[in-house]
């Protein structure tokens, strides 16, 4: 009878090992994130002179668990910078030259190391902001895959996907979503679709 129940103790005891052994992670397959299987670096950078599309990005590194930065340029952009009403406005003058690449401040060598990079920028005239073309044209972004999201007072992605690619060819770009008004929720449901 003792032996018959050592042996019952001992099928018990392998069982749970070996049930154990499956999922050393200790989160169920099911709700695993695909980029932690591919073990992928993820990274959001984004840039915002309002904050608008700071508070994206933010609900964006949560989603997809990924570290976060900002181009923070040289010279911060004022209220009068912005105001589109004055043609001779900082902003305007920017985008009306198509050689302004205004200096940043921060180092972002960093986001060589990732492989997925959420990028996020204002629409500034149915285009990047021209620090967005700094950063891009700053460092390698080559087999790199680049999700672009933008916060707009409209319009939607314009010719930025072009002009992405113009200033990072080798890299694979998935135009993503202007998110305007959208819900944490929303965001979350977004993330998880690209299936990254």
């Avoid at 204002?122 to 967005?132: G, K």
């Amino acid at each position: 009878m003792k032996r018959i129940l050592t042996t019952i103790i001992y099928i018990i005891c392998l069982t749970v090992l070996v049930a154990c052994s499956h999922n050393t992670t200790g989160i169920p397959a099911s709700e695993k994130n695909t980029a932690q299987e591919n073990d992928l670096k993820i990274a959001v950078v984004y840039f915002s002179a309002t904050g608008n599309t700071k508070a994206v990005a933010e609900l964006i590194a949560d989603e997809a668990k990924a570290d976060i930065y900002e181009i923070i340029p040289d010279k911060k952009y004022t209220e009068d910078d912005l105001n589109y009403n004055n043609d001779n406005c900082r902003a305007n003058l920017e985008m009306k030259d198509d050689a302004s690449r205004p200096s940043i401040k921060n180092d972002l060598s960093a986001i060589t190391e990732y492989d997925v990079i959420y990028l996020g920028y204002p629409i500034w005239w149915s285009d990047m902001p021209m620090p967005v073309y700094t950063f891009l044209e700053s460092y390698d972004f080559s087999e790199k895959k680049v999700v672009i999201f933008a916060t707009s007072g409209g319009s939607g992605f314009g010719n930025t996907v072009r002009e992405l690619k113009t200033s990072a060819p080798e890299s694979e770009f998935v135009e993503g979503k202007v998110l305007n008004g959208y819900s944490t929720a929303k965001i979350a449901d977004w993330v998880k679709s690209l299936n990254i």
